[in-house]
C-alpha cells in the first residue's frame, strides 16, 4: 500500500496553517506528517506520495528549510515518486515573483524523476510574472493569504479533490 506524507514548516505560521487544512480535507487519518526543517534523507524517500509546502521567501527564493535538503534531492533517484506542491506567496506584495518556489521546487524534483501532480489555473490571481507556470497552469496550488485568505478553503478542496484521484 502506497504512503502518504504532508511535508511543510510546523514553525511557519501560514504555511502550517494551510498544511494542516489540506490535512483535514485529505482526511488526517490518510496521511502523515512531516516537519521540513527537521527531515532527514530517508524519512523522505519512506513516501510514494507527495504534499510539499513551498512557500516563496524574498524575491522568489526557495524557503531556507528547502534550500538546505537540495543538495539531498539532487542525489535521490524519484522515479515513481508521485508529487503534489503548494505553495504561499503575495501576488501584490511581490507580483514580479508570485509562488516561484513552487516552480524552482517542481524543476528539481522531476529533474530526479519525480512525476509532479496538482495543477491549477492562474484565472483569479494578478500578478506580473512566476516561475510556477507551465503551460498557462501554475505547477501546483497557489495560496495568498494576505490578499485571498476568503478562496482559500475552496482552492484547498477543490485542489485536494484532484489529487487524491492521481496518487497511486
Known sequence: MS??????SFST???????????????ADKIDTIATDEMSDD???????YILSSPTWFD????GYWDEFVPALE???LHGKTVAIFGLG????YPEN???AVGLLANILEKRGATII????????KFEKSKAIRDNKFLGLLIDVENQDDLTNERIKIWVADIKKKFK
Do not use: C, P, R, W
Open 3 to 8: 504512503k502518504t506524507g504532508i511535508f511543510y
Open 13 to 27: 505560521k501560514n504555511s502550517a496553517g494551510v498544511a494542516e487544512k489540506i490535512k483535514e480535507v485529505f482526511g
Open 43 to 49: 524519512q523522505f524517500l519512506a513516501y510514494d506520495n
Open 60 to 63: 522568489g527564493e526557495l524557503a
Open 75 to 77: 542525489d535521490m533517484d
Open 90 to 93: 503575495d501576488q501584490f506584495g
Open 98 to 100: 508570485f509562488g516561484d
Open 118 to 125: 496538482g495543477e491549477t489555473s492562474t484565472n483569479g490571481y
